[in-house]
């Protein structure tokens, strides 16, 4: 059976056994009857005629009242089982029995009565006995009848012999009646009653007069729910027994084989065995709630804030809104009347009952509990609530529930929609972390190292969503637009921070596919250098390509160095700096960045120019990564602006970091000059920059190169020094060109003798045009004063 490992007759077992069993009893002589004029005090006993039952006075130790009573002689610290003033406890120990003249069996103390246990019996030869059933008899002794019997007054105890239930006759009517608390035996909730429903005869339980509990109709010796009378072998040890005649029905129990058999009302309503090994016999689950009608529960109308399962349960500890709570001290309220109360009001969470088992607590608030570990914290009844909802409800709630459908159902609706949109946001934004991880991850890129030596991948990466570009940059709104770059347009953009970005949007159709787009962002976490732009973060919509960069205000290098009014504002000063920016940018790529980058594509354009006008290299589309060890590689696919690709990667594909100081070269002669490379029709000549400054540079006269808006406010001496580098650099072999750290010392080492330069690349074809125009230069150049300024330079 399931009460062998049920806690709640445990806890009863507790329950019991700390409070009411603490019995203060003193040693007694032997008495075996009483008559009128006889007392019995403090410190006697009247005995059972077989020695069985004991009767006297006792105390309850939590509480110093005193009471009479009747307990199995080998059970002294047991249950009493009969209690002559349950109502009327005395004071102290000087209360004595005695029967009066009248017949009266009454207690006394000092001389004054308490309280009357019997009415007067008025006879010639009155006597009280305790019989060995443990029923207290007043007896005529002449005529050997009984004119009162403690077995028809029971308390909260049913022994042996004693009945339940009731004879029309003699208006008996036998119940019993539960203690107070543990430790009050005192009228309390509970009454235990036989009575007729439905034509069969229950046990019943009633709760402050309401059915609480039935036993089911007697059938066959068993009452169904007064269950678990059978001991751990399974057998059954109470008889029970139940005699129904036309004028009243009764109900006993036997149980030969049990030490000290008893059936206990207890105080919260259950009923159990009074001896040794007490059981539940009654009601597993410490309170009946309405909901159920199993263990003999009776089924009521829920409070409409309980559902069915909700319940308390004993923890240790405090709710967390302590002071929510009432107090009702009703020395007359029990446990049960406090379990009602809260069960009954929809704000209470919890209850205990005062000190001595009276009065009630009742907490209300959020129900929020803080369970003590240790269990040392007094335990409360907390409402615990069950998940499953009640069908039993009344009629007008149907109404509620059907409009509360229909509110779930366009919330629910709502928020499917939600959930649906963030989950395809959230598979969006996965898709593009896939293709960005898909990117990422060298394939394509077999012949580079894309991974660090410590393996880590590419990290640093931001991310942003398509809806924060489109509101950064209003939508790529005209206004917004800063110029079309070779893969798309690039528009200027603003984060809600109020940080400027440049955003270029690679056209779908533009050459910069996937390879182009996969090498900036590998750059984005690799480079960082003053001189070069910082790539923020990509963003993906559909096949759509994005990359943020930081903004540049002033934009690129061409867009001053080639008009004839803006390059006003760069002096010499700023120019070299510009080279010099260039130059560091560059042999951080080369040299001392974490990977080996050849960038493949510098030239004006892709130099751009922050708001002090410092020198930043863009535009990592085409770049390429090395290896460390690696220093030149070939490729099918050549890339690069004309006019700034080195001979042998625009004619053989061959790049290395010499192509790049090639572009460089290009770069310092555009720088000083003012011009592009490819334009000098102005000067009628078939020349492009290179082919015009090596001309110039033989000639002698290479200061002539300098553009006309520098003026004369220029150091001619390091002007010289680097249109003499950027020849260097232009020469047609790779090997003859320095390396970028060579082109930084050659710059800022002005002692350091430099080598004849070579001829320039893209110079040979041009001979013709060279000896045809020699003539006019030579001539414009002794117009100048160039010969004399390179006379002073020396
Ligand atoms: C109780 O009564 C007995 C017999 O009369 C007497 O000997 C005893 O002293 C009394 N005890 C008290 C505490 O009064
Ligand atoms: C003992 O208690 C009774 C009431 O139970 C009271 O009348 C009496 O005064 C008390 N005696 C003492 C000594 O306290
Ligand atoms: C006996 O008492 C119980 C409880 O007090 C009551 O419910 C029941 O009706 C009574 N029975 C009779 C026959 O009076
Ligand atoms: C007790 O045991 C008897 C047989 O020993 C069995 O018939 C009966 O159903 C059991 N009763 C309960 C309440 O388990
Ligand atoms: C009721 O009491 C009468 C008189 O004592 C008795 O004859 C009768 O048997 C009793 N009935 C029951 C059911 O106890
Ligand atoms: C105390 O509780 C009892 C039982 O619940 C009730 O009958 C009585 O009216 C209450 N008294 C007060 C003062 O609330
Ligand atoms: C129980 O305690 C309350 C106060 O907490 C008190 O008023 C009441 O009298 C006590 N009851 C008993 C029977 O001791």
Redesign the pocket.
């Known amino acids: 059976m399931k009460s062998s490992a049920n806690p709640i007759f445990i806890l009863i077992l507790t329950l019991f056994f700390s409070h009411t069993y603490l019995i203060n009893l003193p040693s007694v002589a032997a008495i075996t009857s009483m008559k009128p004029g006889d007392e019995l005090n403090h410190s006697q006993v009247l005995d059972s005629e077989g020695g069985k039952f004991k009767l006297g006075f006792f105390s309850i130790s939590q509480t110093n009242n005193y009471y009479l009573g009747i307990w199995y002689a080998g059970d002294p610290q047991g249950k009493k089982l009969w209690i002559a003033n349950p109502n009327t406890p005395l004071l102290n120990n000087s209360g004595l029995l005695t029967i009066d003249t009248t017949g009266t069996l009454k207690i006394t103390s000092e001389g004054k009565t308490v309280v009357n246990i019997t009415p007067p019996l008025l006879t010639g030869s009155l006597i009280a006995r305790l019989q060995d059933s443990g029923n207290l008899v007043l007896q005529d002794e002449t005529r050997n009848r009984n004119l009162w019997q403690s077995f028809d007054h029971p308390t909260d105890t049913l022994l042996p012999g004693m009945k339940i239930g009731y004879?029309l006759?003699?208006k008996q009517n036998w119940t019993l009646t539960s203690w107070l608390s543990s430790s009050i035996p005192a009228s309390g909730a509970f009454t235990l009653s036989l009575e007729s429903i439905e034509d069969a005869f229950q046990l019943l339980i009633r709760r402050r007069g309401e059915v609480y509990w039935t036993s089911g109709a007697w059938n066959n010796g068993i009452f169904p729910f007064l269950t678990a009378l059978n001991d751990s072998s399974n057998r059954y040890q109470y008889n029970l027994n139940l005699?129904s005649?036309k004028?009243?029905?009764?109900f006993q129990f036997d149980a030969p084989d049990r030490s000290f058999p008893s059936l206990v009302l207890n105080f919260n309503g259950a009923i159990f065995g009074g001896d040794e090994d007490s059981r539940v016999y009654a009601l597993y689950n410490e309170f009946c709630y309405g909901y159920e009608s199993q263990d003999g529960c009776v089924s009521n109308q829920l409070p409409e804030c309980r559902k069915d399962g909700d319940k308390f349960e004993q923890k240790s500890g405090d709710f967390i809104d302590r002071s929510n709570s009432n107090i009702y001290d009703n020395a007359s309220t029990s446990l049960g009347d406090c379990m009602k109360r809260c069960w009954e009001h929809c704000s209470c969470v919890g209850f205990t009952t005062t000190t001595n088992g009276t009065g009630c607590i009742i907490w209300n608030g959020n129900g929020e509990f803080q369970v003590d570990e240790s269990g040392d914290t007094v335990k409360k009844y907390v409402l615990v609530s069950s998940k499953s909802s009640n069908g039993k409800q009344k009629n007008w709630i149907w109404i509620v529930i059907v409009v509360a459908i229909v509110l779930p159902m366009l919330i629910s609706g709502f928020i499917c929609y939600i959930i649906v949109r963030r989950r395809k946001l959230r598979a969006e934004k996965r898709r593009e972390e896939e293709y960005i991880r898909e990117l990422t991850a060298s394939d394509s890129f077999n012949d580079t190292n894309l991974k660090e030596k410590d393996g880590r991948e590419v990290q640093d990466l931001k991310i942003f969503s398509f809806r924060f570009v489109l509101a950064a940059t209003n939508n790529f709104s005209s206004e917004n637009k800063l110029g079309e770059g070779g893969f798309g347009p690039v528009y200027k953009g603003k984060f809600p921070d109020g940080r400027e970005v440049a955003v270029k949007r690679l056209s779908r159709t533009s050459g910069q596919g996937l390879v182009e787009f996969k090498n900036e962002l590998i750059l984005i976490a690799k480079v960082q250098h003053t001189n070069l732009v910082r790539v923020l973060g990509c963003c993906i919509h559909e096949d759509e390509k994005m990359l943020i960069y930081e903004y540049m205000p002033n934009k690129s290098l061409d867009f001053f160095l080639f008009d004839p009014e803006r390059k006003k504002l760069l002096d010499w000063q700023k120019r070299y700096e510009i080279i010099e920016g260039i130059a560091q940018g560059l042999l951080y790529l080369h040299k001392y960045s974490r990977m080996r980058v050849i960038h493949r594509d510098l030239k004006a354009s892709n130099v751009l120019l922050d708001e002090n006008m410092n020198p930043k290299i863009a535009d990592f589309g085409m770049a390429r990564i090395f290896k460390q060890n690696e220093t030149e590689a070939v490729t099918a696919r050549v890339v690069g602006t004309y006019g700034y690709m080195a001979p042998e990667f625009a004619m053989e594909g061959a790049f290395s970091i010499k192509s790049d100081v090639f572009s460089f070269g290009i770069l310092m002669l555009e720088i000083v000059s003012g011009r592009r490379t490819t334009s000098l029709q102005q000067f009628d000549r078939p020349l492009n920059l290179i082919g015009y400054a090596w001309e110039l540079w033989k000639e002698g006269c290479a200061l002539e190169l300098k553009d006309p808006a520098l003026g004369d406010l220029c150091d001619t001496k390091l002007l010289l020094r680097v249109i003499h580098v950027g020849l260097l650099c232009v020469q047609e072999g790779a090997t003859d060109r320095p390396t970028m750290s060579d082109v930084i010392s050659m710059l800022g080492n002005e002692s350091m003798p430099l080598p004849t330069p070579k001829q320039p690349a893209f110079f040979t074809g041009r001979n013709e045009a060279e000896s045809n125009s020699s003539g006019i230069k030579a001539e414009q150049c002794s117009v100048n004063d160039c010969s004399i300024t390179v006379i002073e330079a020396r």
Do not use: A, I, L, P
């Open positions: 004879n006759t003699t005699v005649e004028d009243g029905v009764y």
